[in-house]
Structure formats: structure tokens, C-alpha cells
């Protein structure tokens, strides 16, 4: 079965630079969630959106930004990169609507490096 | 917000005994409650969920326990295998956010 995917698995930006992940969700998948797992933590969520719309927010950064495109996809934004930024971020999908929702299947995630 | 807390953080085991891993949430609204078991330089992956509704959920060597009225919720695997060393999330969901335990690293000896 078709899983979340996610590009890319590596990532070196340097300190100051821009870098744009993204993330293709399971077919059908209408609601996506970006995390932030540091080393030796569990993943930390900053944001989730259900069909193309934000629809919570957490501990996210204001040089970062997000959005779901039409097909679904979703591609997380992180500008004014700092040393602080490296860490593994996941991408996770659900579908939407009734118990289902809450049944989040994760990516193999991206591993950033700021240098 | 949901705190949700994990114990033990490091768990070692023999091959074939059981292994037990225990959480506690802050928020009585969460209703759905996944375990997720990570390996290295993998995603989190779900082995078992159960939701408020039910006390208690098996699926072969793994189960999962929930007593809402102390906020506790438990992974058992038994009959524990080298492939089930890994690193085990449980979480705790409101609405949409998952809230996840600080994780427990398991290791099973051969």
C-alpha cells in the first residue's frame, strides 16, 4: 500500500538559508501534519491542515510557514534557518471525517542539517 | 494543552519475556490513544490504537489496556523478539493533535 512520502530524506542548508520540504500524503489523505523530532525526543507538532485550510497550529516558528496545495500535498517552509533547526521533521496524513481522523501514518521523515 | 507522560524510558528484556510500557494523560477529553514504535532513522509506525470507548485491545503479541477514570494507558508485548527493539511513542489525541509520550527505548536480548 502507497504510504506518506516525503523529499527529501537529507537535507544541509547553511545558517541563514531557506529550505522547503515536502510531503505527498497517502492517496485519499485529506488532512496533513508536520513535526519536529531533536535528537532523543519525541516528535513535536507545528502544524496540520484538512482540505488546502490550516487547521491547528503548535509550536511553530514564525520564519517557518506551510500550505496544502489542490493535489493535496503539502510543503513546509523554514526561512532564516539557525542551528537550532536541525532535527528530523515528519510528515504524517490521515483521513479526514469521522473516527477515521484521528489515525495518523507517518513519513520516513527529513533529516536537516544547518551548518 | 495534553501531557502525556512514558515510563520507563529504557526498558531491557529477555528474548521471549514480556514487556510493559505505561502512560498517563492530563486531558479527560482525549479519546483516542495510538502507539507508535520507531527504528532507527525510520518513521514513527502504528502498531496498536484504542479509543475511549474500549478498555482493552489485542493484536497477536501486542495489547493495549485504557482506564480512563485514572488516565492511564498501557503497551504490553509478550513473547518479545530482537526485532522489537526499537524506540515506543504512546500519544494522545484531542480533536486532530497528537500528543506524544518522551518514548521508550526497548531492548531485547538474545
Known amino acids: 500500500a502507497a504510504g506518506v512520502i516525503q523529499s527529501p530524506r537529507h537535507l544541509i542548508k547553511e545558517k541563514r538559508e531557506t529550505a522547503t520540504l515536502k510531503c505527498y500524503p497517502i492517496?485519499?489523505?485529506?488532512?496533513v501534519y508536520w513535526y519536529q523530532q531533536g535528537p532523543g525526543q519525541d516528535p513535536q507538532f507545528l502544524i496540520s491542515?484538512?482540505?488546502?485550510?490550516?487547521?491547528d497550529k503548535g509550536s511553530i516558528p514564525d520564519r517557518f510557514s506551510a500550505q496544502q496545495f489542490s493535489d493535496y500535498h503539502s510543503e513546509l517552509n523554514m526561512s532564516s534557518l539557525e542551528l537550532g533547526d536541525s532535527a528530523l521533521y515528519f510528515c504524517?496524513?490521515?483521513?479526514?471525517?469521522?473516527?477515521?481522523?484521528?489515525?495518523?501514518?507517518f513519513g520516513a521523515g527529513t533529516r536537516l542539517s544547518v551548518l | 494543552g495534553e501531557n502525556v507522560e512514558q515510563h520507563p524510558s529504557t526498558l531491557s528484556v529477555q528474548e521471549g519475556d514480556s514487556a510493559v510500557i505505561k502512560c498517563t494523560y492530563s486531558?479527560?477529553?482525549?479519546?483516542?490513544f495510538p502507539w507508535y514504535k520507531q527504528e532507527l532513522g525510520k518513521g514513527p509506525q502504528l502498531i496498536i490504537d484504542?479509543?475511549?470507548?474500549?478498555g482493552e485491545k489485542k493484536d497477536q503479541r501486542i495489547a493495549v489496556t485504557l482506564n480512563k477514570t485514572a488516565k492511564h494507558f498501557s503497551l504490553h508485548i509478550t513473547e518479545t523478539q530482537p526485532e522489537d527493539s526499537a524506540v515506543y511513542f504512546c500519544?494522545?489525541?484531542?480533536?486532530?493533535?497528537?500528543?506524544f509520550g518522551a518514548g521508550t527505548t526497548v531492548t531485547v536480548r538474545a
Open positions: 504524517a496524513s490521515s483521513l479526514g471525517g469521522g473516527q477515521s481522523k484521528n489515525i495518523q501514518y
Open positions: 492517496p485519499r489523505h485529506d488532512t
Open positions: 491542515f484538512y482540505e488546502k485550510m490550516q487547521s
Open positions: 486531558d479527560s477529553a482525549s479519546n483516542y
Open positions: 484504542i479509543r475511549s470507548n474500549v
Open positions: 500519544a494522545a489525541i484531542n480533536d486532530y493533535k497528537l500528543s
